[in-house]
Structure formats: C-alpha cells, structure tokens
C-alpha cells in the first residue's frame, strides 16, 4: 500500500498500522510516508517527461520551508531533486542532506551578511534577489570575498493567486519581489556590474493554488520580460517559475500535473533556458499527518469536544490561517456519527483544530489522524506553553524508524540561563 490507507478498518501508513506507531513512538508524532513522497515526485517528473524534450527536464528544487526533516530531505535527494532554500539554516540541512550546491537556489527577503557569504562560498546555483539594495549589498559581500554572486531578480508579476491572503506573494501589496520598471534597470545595472552575475528570472505568486489560470497569466507576464532582456543582448540562462501547486485539504481539485506542464511547455519552453520548480506542499503534505490521542471527551449543553494531546504549537495552520485538515479516528467504530469540536490543550480559543465534525462517538485514548499535515507542520511548530515539539517517523512499506527525536522540557530548558545577579 502507498500512503495512508485504510485495513480492516485501521489507518496505516504504507504497510504500518498507525495504532503500532503510536505503541513505539508515543503521541502526539508526526508520521510521513516514505512511498506517498515518491509517488508525488514521479507524478510531477512524468508530467514533464511527457511534455518537454529530456534536455529541457526542469531542475525541481523542493521548498524546504515546507518540510525541511534532513531525512526527508534525503530522500528528495535520492530521487534527483534540488533545493529551495530561505534561510542559512536551511541551506545546512541540504548540505546534510548531501544536496549538491548547483541544485540550491535561496530565495527571501531578507538575507543576513552570514547567509549571503556562506551561500556564495558553497557555489549554490543562483540568490534570488528581491530589492535593489538586496543586489546592491550582494554586490559588495561578493567583492569584500572574491566570489562572483550569481544572481536572479524576482519579478513581482502583480497577478493575485486567488488564495489566503497570508500566503499570496505575487502582487504588488506584498513584500515580495519587484515590478517590471525595476527589474529593467536592476538587470542592466548588474549586467554591468564585475562582481554579480546575472542568470535570469524568479517568481513565485502564492501556495496552495488549485487553478492553473494564475500561473498562466504570470508566466506569461515573466516570459514577456524574458523576452525583453534577450532582445537587449542580456544573459539568461534560467527561469525560476516557483511552487504553489495545491493540495486536497477538503472539497478542492488539486490542478492537473500534465496541464501544468503544457503551461510550461508553451510560454516558458520556447525561450531556451533553464527551467527551476519550487515544489513544497504538493510533494510532502498528503504525505504527511499528525498522529494524536484524545485525552478527554466533554459533553457540553450546546457542543462535544474531543480534547486531543497535540495543540496549536504542533500544527499551527487552523489557528493561523483558519485551516481545514480532515481528521478521522485510526481505529474506526460502525456506530451512528457524533459531532464534535477538536481542540487541544493550550489555554487559547483559537487551540481548534476543526469544528462540528462527524466522528464514531469518542472515548479517551481513541487515535486520531490529523491528515495532509506533511507540509507547514511540523517546520511552524513551537514550545508555546512549554510544551515540547513532537516526534517525527518516516515510515517506508514495512519499515519505519525515528527522524527527529521528541523534545522534552528538560531540552527547553537547558537553552535557558539565571543571570548570576538574580
């Protein structure tokens, strides 16, 4: 089995029972499917494999934002992905990872002097610049080292995604990227520049969309600008078109992979460059869910709740962005549905991980699965209430095994000093 599936009325993860998980591992743990990952990588290469000739296969730099587990990351690794960093802490787990520095593109807004200097000194493929200090400031670091900084410039195609407003990146309310105006100067300015070496274009407009016609458009809108700096006799030699592909969270049609890469083939495919993909959810967040036990049923006079062991310091995307994850009992029961609100222990209204769903009526200690949690997870989890982090377990057909140890509170608080004057 690949994924998460049902067995006689027991979730397993590939061919693991979620109830032998959380006998070996403890709740709450978040749970990935080694199979499930790999079956989204090779969807996403079949469908360009399909589309493009095979020297025009883009290079798929995952969004280690979304799920940055070295093992996971190993595991990308081994099926030839690159990476996207944001961070330099990110940019170390790839290296751990043994991602290979022209796989690496970092994108951001706001890079530290450290990050920069380590990015330039590992060779990664390109920095994606996002304001014109940003360049001006890689230009100096680049010279103060001795390293030629290559360079791409976000364009900011003012296109909006159509998704949460928190996480929209592609119009020019946000802080991310720059307009077309800009981008021509900035172009020619580091064209001309001995220490930055321009490559090409960047963009990214948002997550978690489900239809294609924004990408259309700003595609569309890159390529136009493409264009432009080739007539002006400008080097491009790649394309970074971002990530953003959705996932089914609840009623949504995740877009179609082979449509996708017709996009790709028909605007950006003729103009002879690299292309770049910043996959992240669409290849771990089905992959991946949060694995929790109830610690108490109340029956209240207007509502039900199941109070879980995880809260929103595990999985902060319902308090966050009013996120809906489906939710379901690892060991079901054929008895009339009851309806309930999830929520956690955290002293906050907002510790709620779905309301007025539809159970088999519930008892303390029940497993609950908190599914497409694979993406944006565990990477936003916090000790808020001093709580620790949770585990985190790969499991790979009949194997499984521990990729991040569960924090205690004694690990909290070792990070932590009394001044001697106190």
């Given at each position: 089995m690949t994924g998460f599936t049902d067995k006689n009325g027991v979730l397993y993860a590939d061919d693991i029972s979620l109830t032998e998980i959380a006998a070996v591992y403890g709740t709450p743990s978040y749970v990935y499917s080694a199979s499930k990952i790999r079956a989204n990588v090779r969807a996403l290469q079949q469908a360009f494999l399909d589309t493009l000739p095979e020297h025009a296969q883009p290079l798929i730099a995952f969004a280690c934002k979304a799920n940055s587990n070295i093992a996971v990351l190993k595991l990308l690794q081994t099926l030839?992905?690159?990476?996207?960093?944001?961070?330099?802490?990110?940019?170390?787990?790839?290296q751990a990872a043994g991602i290979s520095a022209p796989k690496t593109v970092f994108s951001g807004v706001g890079k530290s002097d450290a990050e920069i200097i380590s990015a330039l000194k590992s060779g990664i493929l390109q920095i994606n610049v996002e304001s014109a200090p940003e360049m001006e400031h890689i230009a100096v670091l680049a010279e103060k080292i001795g390293i030629k900084a290559p360079i791409a410039l976000r364009l900011n195609p003012?296109?909006?995604?159509?998704?949460?407003?928190?996480?929209?990146?592609?119009?020019?309310?946000?802080?991310?990227?720059?307009?077309?105006?800009?981008?021509?100067?900035?172009?020619?300015?580091?064209?001309?520049?001995?220490?930055l070496e321009p490559q090409g274009l960047s963009l990214h407009i948002g997550s978690q969309l489900t239809t294609l016609e924004p990408f259309a458009a700003a595609f569309k809108k890159l390529a136009d600008l493409a264009q432009w700096i080739k007539e002006q006799g400008l080097p491009l030699t790649t394309l970074d078109?971002?990530?953003?592909?959705?996932?089914?969270?609840?009623?949504?049609?995740?877009?179609?992979?082979?449509?996708?890469?017709?996009?790709?083939?028909?605007?950006?495919?003729?103009?002879?460059?690299?292309?770049?993909?910043?996959?992240?959810?669409?290849?771990?967040?089905?992959?991946?869910?949060?694995?929790?036990?109830?610690?108490?049923?109340?029956e209240g006079q207007h509502k039900s709740f199941v109070i879980v062991d995880s809260g929103m310091n595990d999985l902060a995307r319902p308090a966050m962005y009013d996120a809906f994850h489906p939710i379901r009992m690892v060991e079901n029961r054929d008895e009339p549905m009851k309806t309930y609100d999830i929520?956690?222990?955290?002293?906050?209204?907002?510790?709620?991980?779905?309301?007025?769903?539809?159970?088999?009526?519930?008892?303390?200690?029940?497993?609950?699965?908190?599914?497409?949690?694979?993406?944006?997870?565990?990477?936003?989890?916090?000790?808020?209430?001093?709580?620790?982090?949770?585990?985190?377990?790969?499991?790979?057909?009949?194997?499984?095994?521990?990729?991040?140890?569960?924090?205690?509170v004694e690990d909290i608080l070792a990070q932590e000093t009394i001044p001697d004057w106190l």
């Open positions: 030839g992905l690159g990476i996207d960093i944001v961070s330099g802490g990110e940019l170390k787990r790839a003012d296109e909006d995604a159509g998704t949460h407003a928190k996480i929209t990146t592609g119009t020019k309310e946000n802080k991310f990227g720059m307009l077309r105006e800009e981008v021509e100067v900035l172009y020619r300015r580091a064209a001309d520049h001995p220490w078109l971002g990530g953003g592909l959705g996932v089914v969270y609840n009623q949504e049609k995740a877009p179609c992979l082979k449509s996708y890469a017709t996009l790709v083939r028909d605007i950006i495919h003729p103009l002879d460059t690299q292309i770049i993909l910043e996959p992240g959810r669409m290849i771990t967040g089905e992959a991946g869910l949060l694995l929790t036990r109830a610690l108490y049923v109340k929520v956690g222990p955290i002293c906050e209204t907002g510790d709620t991980f779905a309301k007025g769903r539809h159970l088999p009526p519930a008892m303390p200690g029940d497993l609950l699965a908190i599914m497409v949690s694979g993406a944006y997870g565990y990477v936003m989890a916090s000790n808020y209430n001093t709580r620790s982090l949770p585990a985190e377990i790969l499991v790979d057909g009949d194997k499984h095994a521990l990729i991040h140890e569960r924090q205690s």
